[in-house]
């Protein structure tokens, strides 16, 4: 399909800083998405796409085709669990829960249950940056992990023009940056996590289908593995799309 550039009035005015990021979007491809998924997680690892759903009694794991969109695979959480975001680490899953205060490890292959830990505080999102967990809970804060105790081992403040950034959601580590929807809005920032500064605003916005809710709001981003592209969509969205953050 023909490439679409999606613009916002953000696009005239860059961020402020030395290295200006991306501003716009470029949609490359579309897939078919479930209209029931409340998407809290997304990414792709080794041909194989996950799907972290949540809401208590709706909350699940899932293995989808990443040429097709199906569901190959779900495991459901059980209530009252309110699944939120995934990341691979190797063979296993890691799994976040919203308000419980528990983490799921999971086989990656059959996306059953190996073992729970409990954490203090809330779980949004979680990626994987090199031998370490990024974790988000709504706040300006990133938390980072050992993926194999979820030990917190450091925090880092989020901040945009000295500001800060709350409402971090979804998270998809790529490249030693990582990538973040910011709750309620349809954003997506680059922060560098060895300082906490935002490094790329992107505006989302042109993507929302027309007759999505507010409520369903944007989140869900998977980095497209060898290439600079990303999975994006949004809870109960019926479209994934192929997108490039551009300049």
Known sequence: ????????????????????GPTRVEVLGTLPHDT????????????????????????????????????????????????EGITVVGDRIWQLTWQDGVAIERDRHTLEEVRRVTYEGEGWGLCRDGGRLVMSDGSDELAFRDPTSFAETGTVAV???GRPVTRLNELECVDGQVWANVW?????????????????TVDLGGLRPP?????????????????????????????????????
């Open 159 to 161: 901040r945009r023009d």
């Open 1 to 20: 399909m023909a490439a679409v550039l999606v613009c916002s009035a953000a696009c005239a005015t860059p961020p402020s800083g030395p290295a200006p």
């Open 184 to 200: 309620q809005t349809d954003e997506v920032v680059r922060i560098d996590p060895a300082n906490g500064l935002v490094t790329a």
């Open 36 to 83: 029931g998924a409340f998407t809290q997680g997304l990414e792709l690892s080794d041909g194989v796409l996950y799907e972290g759903t949540g809401l208590e009694g709706r909350s699940s794991l899932r293995r989808i085709d990443p040429e097709t969109g199906e569901v190959e695979h779900r495991v459901d959480l059980p209530a009252p669990l309110f699944g």
């Open 211 to 247: 007759d999505v809710p507010a409520s369903d709001v944007l989140n869900g981003i998977a980095a497209v593995p060898g290439t600079d592209e990303f999975l994006v969509t949004g809870k109960n969205w019926p479209t994934i799309f192929r997108v490039r953050f551009t300049w």
